[in-house]
């Protein structure tokens, strides 16, 4: 049976975000729980392949991923059950960072180059930002490899790229580089999570417990990490890739801690946020009007955290 062994899939390479999981790998919390739990971080096939789409194919049995792989994961045409079971940070701390100083809000970004990775709704969200602040919408998309996006955006070669504020936006502060942020709630858009953890939901109706303690021992990790900074932080650059070494991870940590938890609560997943940010969705043509949201999400399994 493999009824204690978990895999999941990182969204990136290791980075504050995933410190709840990797601390409590270290620490035994998953091995005090009973359970065997690999973690995967995407540079092992150079991102050829999502965590979502991992999970699709069964080589994982949950993905870190933004909300709207779930979404992409619902709708497509042989849809697939994905489900967001628990989100990790309760604020978005992403935005549109922006090498060049004249880009002053995101419709001087019409003409100008956007490093994408290619996710489904992604670059219509970009163009949607732009015309919300009374651009075209006639940004150049462009798709280098996923994992050097980053350094296409400091080395000037795109004008701009999605980033996150508490890991790339400590690395830029970290080196004063300069960059201008525009944070998708300042330009119309109700944008919901990013990352959830996700999993079928076949695979979580028939591994409930399973789900509840892999969950559970995560959120001990992250309540470990706002306690014990220092000691989470000592964890967290054990993993730490080698083009990310110049990160203060200290700075990366305070950056994040204040959106771990909700009222003392972690992982929970607001119905009204995915109802604000899926409206969006349709309202603009993203997606089909007859899209339910209540399949996307569940609370299920963090309601005993």
């Not at 789409?53 to 994905?82: H, M, N, Q, W």
């Not at 060049?100 to 180059?113: A, E, F, H, N, Q």
């Not at 670059?123 to 015309?131: A, G, N």
């Amino acid at each position: 049976m493999r009824k204690n062994n978990v895999t999941l899939y990182l969204d990136w390479t290791p980075n504050v975000n995933h410190i709840g999981f990797l601390v409590a790998k270290e620490l035994r919390f998953y091995k005090d729980s009973e359970l065997r739990v690999k973690i995967v971080d995407p540079s092992i096939d150079n991102y050829k392949v999502t965590p979502a789409k991992k999970v699709e194919l069964g080589e994982s049995d949950f993905a870190l991923c933004p909300f709207e792989s779930v979404i992409s994961y619902r709708t497509k045409d042989k849809p697939f059950d994905l489900t967001a079971i628990a989100a990790i940070l309760q604020e978005d701390l992403s935005a549109i960072a922006v090498i060049d100083s004249k880009i002053i809000s995101p419709r001087y970004l019409d003409g100008k180059t956007y490093a994408s990775y290619g996710a489904r709704y992604e670059d219509l969200i970009v163009k949607q930002m732009i015309i919300n602040d009374g651009g075209k919408g006639t940004i150049d998309f462009n798709y280098p490899e996923k994992l050097g996006i980053w350094e296409t955006l400091i080395s000037k070669k795109h004008h701009s790229t999605w980033i996150f504020l508490n890991w790339e936006g400590i690395e830029a502060k970290n080196k004063n580089i300069p960059l201008n942020y525009f944070k998708m709630r300042d330009f119309k858009i109700p944008y919901s999570y990013s990352p959830v953890i996700a999993g079928s939901m076949k695979f979580c109706d028939k591994h409930q417990e399973l789900v509840k303690k892999f969950l559970l021992a995560t959120r001990k990790g992250f309540l470990f990490s706002i306690s014990n900074k220092d000691e989470a932080v000592d964890i967290l650059g054990k993993f730490i890739p080698d083009h990310d070494k110049e990160v203060n991870l200290k700075d990366a940590l305070e950056e994040t801690i204040k959106a771990f938890l909700e009222n003392n609560s972690w992982g929970k997943i607001r119905e009204s946020n995915i109802n604000k940010f899926v409206d969006w969705l349709k309202e603009n043509g993203i997606v089909e009007p007859n899209l339910n949201t209540k399949d996307l999400f569940t609370n299920r399994f963090t309601l005993s955290n």
